[in-house]
Each structure stands twice: as C-alpha cells, then as structure tokens.
C-alpha cells in the first residue's frame, strides 16, 4: 500500500524491506515542479527514519519517463537563474542517505532525471531507457556533473556533457553508470530481487561497504585504507560478525541485529 507523504505527485511504499519512492507525474514526463521535488526530500526522509527500509528504490511512474528534468514552464514562469543547493534531492550533498540507493529508470533520464540516477550508488533500466544531460541544448547548466568522470571514463563524461546526445540503456551499461539492463516488463521484479539480494545482507556490513566504495573518490587513496579500517572496525567487533559465522556453520539464515 502506498502512504502519502505529503503530495500525490510521489508516493512511497515499502515492499518486503525495499521502499518504492516513485514520481508520479506521467502525463508531464515525470518531471520535477515544486510538488515532485518536496515530496522527493520528505520521501527520502521518510526512509532514513524507516526501521523496515532497507533499501530505496527511485523510479517514475509509467514506461515512457524516469525523470524528464526540471519543469521548465515553471522554471521559465519563476525565472529561475541559479537552482538552490536544495533544488532536488542530491544524496551525500543536500541530504545524507547511508543505506543503499538504486535508480529503476524505466524511460528516459534527462537533465535532472540523469541526476537522480547519478545521485543513487545503483543503477537498473529498462532496454528502453535513455540517458543525457541535455541542459547544454537549453543554455541551462549540469554543476550537479562534477562526480561523474568518477563513475565512467572522463572522455565519455566529457561527450555527454558536451553534446547532450542521449544514450541507449545498452551504451549506458557499457559504459558503467548502469549496473544491469532488463527488459521494460521485467524492470520491477528485476529491481526488487537485486535490492533483496542487498536488504538480506548484515546492515553495518552493507553500510560500511557503502562507505568504503565512495571512499577513494573522496579522499586520497593514501589515506583511504586507514579510513576504511576504521569504518569496518565495529563491523567484526558487532554481534553479526559473530553470528553470520555461527549460522555458516549450523547451515542456517542469519538473524542480523545490525548494532
């Protein structure tokens, strides 16, 4: 069942451990007015305070956008210039989100859209998924790109920012910023048996490895390896350290208490 949390324009729903947060604006391709963009943030704290939410899913409603970007009859009507820090949620910038993020982008991502499915730790689309950063055919700008020769090979990030072509969900792939590529009806079922695969793991184990993984992106590998130690250290100090060890061995699940 779907709650609301403060606009129809997103809705939230928790579906054995994993949260759906889906933009529901199909008939304006999914893209972000005010509406769509506070109920992203309430949506996203909605999961950090969410004890039975391992795991966030970001998608669009419908097969034909994820997230087209900004709503730009209302940005040309408010004369936006310079979008606020807090325009739309942008995870470890804006609003912090330690357990795992996966972007289920079912149509096209552009602009904004592209930035929500950068700002996820994972990615799954749809074959007939299409991603760009189409701001620079509008005069509009991508600072919200900074990370991404990152995730991918600098020349591509560099072809993408610079042409605003659109990319297949296959080339996304290939490139690395999509983890895997469905088919358009499997995308759901697809999404949540891999974020199960995530939400049946220890929990500081998962947010530790989170942590680790953006560790060299932030800090110089010099001083990533003693950081990472000290991340992991309460991880094999916790009791499922412990007890995935002792259910290995008695051939049985884990009951993880994650403190």
């Given at each position: 069942?779907?709650?609301?949390?403060?606009?129809?324009?997103?809705?939230?729903?928790?579906?054995?451990?994993?949260?759906?947060?889906?933009?529901?604006?199909?008939?304006?391709?999914?893209?972000?007015?005010?509406?769509?963009?506070?109920?992203?943030?309430?949506?996203?704290?909605?999961?950090?305070d969410?004890?039975?939410?391992?795991?966030?899913?970001?998608?669009?409603?419908?097969?034909?956008?994820?997230?087209?970007?900004?709503?730009?009859?209302?940005?040309?009507?408010?004369?936006?210039?310079?979008?606020?820090?807090d325009?739309?949620?942008?995870f470890?910038?804006?609003?912090?989100?330690?357990?795992?993020?996966?972007?289920?982008?079912?149509?096209?991502?552009?602009?904004?859209?592209f930035?929500?499915?950068?700002?996820?730790?994972?990615?799954?689309?749809?074959?007939?998924?299409?991603?760009?950063?189409?701001?620079?055919?509008?005069?509009?700008?991508?600072?919200?790109?900074?990370?991404?020769?990152?995730?991918?090979?600098?020349?591509?990030?560099?072809?993408?920012?610079?042409?605003?072509?659109?990319?297949?969900?296959?080339?996304?792939?290939e490139?690395?910023?999509?983890?895997?590529?469905?088919?358009?009806?499997?995308?759901?079922?697809?999404?949540?048996?891999?974020?199960?695969?995530?939400?049946?793991?220890?929990?500081?184990?998962?947010?530790?490895?989170?942590?680790?993984?953006?560790?060299t992106?932030?800090?110089?590998?010099?001083?990533?390896?003693?950081?990472?130690?000290k991340?992991?250290?309460?991880?094999?100090?916790?009791d499922?350290?412990q007890?995935?060890?002792?259910?290995?061995?008695?051939?049985?699940?884990?009951?993880?208490?994650?403190?």
């Amino acid at each position: 069942m779907a709650h609301d949390i403060s606009t129809a324009a997103v809705t939230y729903e928790v579906r054995n451990s994993i949260a759906w947060l889906t933009i529901n604006r199909p008939d304006a391709r999914n893209s972000l007015n005010r509406a769509v963009r506070e109920g992203l943030f309430a949506g996203v704290r909605r999961f950090n305070d969410d004890e039975s939410a391992k795991v966030l899913v970001l998608t669009g409603s419908g097969d034909k956008a994820f997230c087209a970007g900004g709503d730009l009859k209302e940005m040309s009507q408010e004369q936006l210039t310079v979008p606020p820090v807090d325009f739309v949620p942008q995870f470890g910038r804006n609003i912090e989100v330690d357990k795992p993020t996966i972007a289920a982008v079912n149509g096209a991502a552009f602009a904004g859209g592209f930035l929500l499915a950068q700002t996820c730790d994972l990615c799954i689309a749809s074959s007939t998924a299409t991603f760009a950063i189409s701001e620079v055919k509008i005069g509009r700008g991508s600072p919200w790109a900074a990370p991404l020769p990152l995730m991918i090979p600098p020349r591509i990030a560099m072809e993408i920012v610079l042409t605003g072509a659109a990319l297949t969900a296959q080339r996304a792939y290939e490139i690395g910023f999509v983890n895997q590529v469905v088919e358009p009806g499997e995308l759901a079922d697809a999404t949540q048996r891999f974020a199960e695969l995530i939400a049946a793991n220890a929990p500081l184990s998962v947010s530790a490895g989170k942590k680790t993984a953006k560790l060299t992106a932030e800090h110089p590998l010099s001083g990533a390896f003693e950081m990472a130690e000290k991340i992991w250290e309460p991880v094999y100090l916790s009791d499922d350290a412990q007890e995935g060890m002792l259910a290995f061995s008695e051939k049985r699940r884990p009951h993880w208490k994650g403190h």
